[in-house]
């Protein structure tokens, strides 16, 4: 009980004079999306998969300089099955593939990915035969961050640009034939 007043009291605070909702004394209407949406952006557990250089930057990141806790987000899990956000970090041989893509598959919905740095997200400097270009070729990607490497603040902002998504993002979205149809595109169902 108390943390439900303690929630709505917050949530009011952050709320407070936009168009969410109404607001009076003591209470809060809403709608269900947005307090989902809300409380999902600021408790996203992140997958690190960090195969070179791109990881340490993120090291840096969880580091107590830039502190990711700030953003809920310090409890990165190496089992699938408890993250929301899979981070992309370095160069992908093609022959890892098929176990980032397990990886992907295994993590419950609703989950986010973020290719990290140039390798992730196009092959970078890499263009060769043995090198995947883009793991959005082999699973769907939701934030892009550039750099080779992206600082520690590249990857927050990364992050907050996934916050956004996840709390405008409506609940009944992973239902949806538009996501359906994109998991489809990458043969994942
Ligand atoms: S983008 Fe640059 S820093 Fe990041 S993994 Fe590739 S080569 Fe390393």
Redesign the pocket.
């Known amino acids: 009980m108390v943390a439900i007043i303690y929630f709505n009291i917050f949530f009011m605070k952050k709320l407070n004079n936009t168009s969410y909702g109404y607001f009076g004394n003591g209470y809060l209407t809403t709608l269900l999306d947005k307090i989902i949406g809300h409380a999902r952006s600021n408790s996203i557990w992140p997958l690190p998969f960090a195969?070179?250089?791109?990881?340490i930057?993120f090291m840096a990141t969880l580091g107590s300089h830039y502190d990711i806790s700030r953003f809920g987000s310090e409890r990165p899990s190496f089992s699938p099955r408890q993250a929301d956000l899979l981070m992309v970090?370095?160069?992908i041989a093609k022959k890892m593939s098929p176990i980032l893509r397990d990886v992907y598959i295994q993590m419950a919905e609703p989950k986010w990915v973020i290719a990290?740095?140039?390798?992730?997200?196009s092959g970078?400097?890499?263009d060769t035969y043995s090198v995947l270009q883009g793991i959005d070729k082999i699973i769907p990607v939701d934030v892009y961050v550039p750099?080779?490497?992206?600082r520690p603040e590249g990857i927050i902002e990364g992050l907050m640009q996934i916050q956004n998504i996840v709390k405008n993002e409506s609940y009944r979205h992973r239902n949806s034939q538009k996501y359906q149809k994109l998991l489809s595109s990458y043969g994942i169902l």
């Open positions: 195969t070179s250089c791109c990881g930057e970090m370095g160069t990290v740095g140039a390798c992730a997200a970078g400097i890499f750099g080779c490497p992206p």
